[in-house]
């Protein structure tokens, strides 16, 4: 039987981690600044799409690979998963992302005018045509972190906010705050919007493509919508920009006219961790072992990284992503 774990960082990332390693038996302390998840950490602030094929577009294989686990391990915590799939639209002047998009992804179908109009009715004639990539899901993101975390306790983690030093294997799963540590680390800034409006329904996440960063709209239920996800090269955290906002705003505009009433019920904005090549990375040093880097995919990756976390503690098996340039010292 392995010994206690340690998990510090109770986002997305360590509550996998701990979620795994607790469904092995083994005896888990998460430590994080605050009693629960909450607007603290970035992984609040997530889209929650489970999009592997979407991500190709400019991801790397393994993200593709690696994210296809996602959606079948997030039901198998008790999370509601809404398998619909993931709709991309372009507008009439950027028609051509569209064939760009299908040249560099992979289990798509495309859909015309009247197609679209069956499986979006609000949609219905406002776009010539579409793709539709019907495998991929989505979670509604604080919902799936206040389950793992009700879970854990549950099944009696210990939840500890001191700062004292841990004994034994430690599991480094803090995001940006693991720099003083991991100096390659960088911030990718992500500002998003949520908005309400009863006058428009969307059955799936739908991606507009823009020539400068991908946006998307993602249905919470009840006339909710996420909006999102600017991508700057900054690790500032706090502050969303005009620019950002006036871009997400025009482009919920461009999607359905009636975003213009919409109620704006959150701005909120965060930056996500990154390695320079935008891959995760497991790394061990000594006791501990570092779990980072999950840029913009964090619910999408934690799923897999937790379980190479977990098989390389209960079972000695080295992750694929274990980063040797940086290994043991």
């Known amino acids: 039987m392995t010994g206690p774990v340690t998990v510090t960082g109770a986002g997305v990332a360590g509550l996998c981690v701990a979620t795994e390693l607790a469904a092995r038996g083994v005896s888990v302390t998460l430590r994080d600044r605050a009693a629960r998840p909450g607007p603290h950490g970035c992984s609040w602030w997530a889209g929650g799409m489970l999009a592997p094929f979407c991500e190709g577009e400019t991801a790397e294989e393994p993200v593709v690979r690696l994210g296809r686990e996602a959606a079948g391990w997030w039901a198998r915590q008790g999370v509601p998963v809404i398998r619909n799939g993931t709709l991309v639209l372009a507008l009439g002047r950027d028609r051509h992302e569209i064939t760009r ?56 983690a210990t939840l500890d906010a001191s700062p004292a030093a841990p004994s034994g294997i430690t599991v480094d799963c803090r995001g940006l705050e693991a720099r003083d540590t991991l100096p390659d680390l960088r911030g990718v800034k992500g500002e998003m919007i949520v908005l309400h409006t009863p006058e428009v329904t969307l059955h799936r996440p739908v991606r507009l493509l823009h020539p400068r960063f991908p946006l998307y709209i993602v249905p919470r239920g009840d006339g909710v919508f996420m909006l999102g996800a600017t991508q700057i090269e900054s690790g500032e955290r706090g502050r969303p920009t005009v620019r950002s ?37 497991i790394r061990r040093r000594g006791a501990t072992i570092h779990v980072n880097g999950l840029f913009r995919h964090g619910f999408l990756l934690a799923p897999a990284l937790a379980r190479m976390t977990a098989d390389l503690i209960c079972d000695n098996k080295n992750p694929e992503v274990m980063d040797e340039d940086h290994g043991e010292r």
């Open 101 to 156: 998009f299908a040249r560099r992804t992979t289990g798509h179908r495309a859909l015309d005018r009247d197609a679209l109009a069956r499986l979006e009715p609000d949609l219905a004639g406002r776009f010539d045509g579409a793709l539709h990539f019907p495998d991929e899901a989505h979670i509604t993101p604080r919902a799936a972190l206040a389950t793992l975390h009700d879970r854990l306790v549950d099944q009696g």
């Open 245 to 281: 906002v006036l871009e997400l705003l025009t482009a919920a505009y461009a999607l359905h006219p009636a975003f213009a009433e919409a109620a704006v019920l959150e701005i909120g904005t965060d930056a996500r961790p990154a390695f320079p090549d935008n891959l995760p990375r």
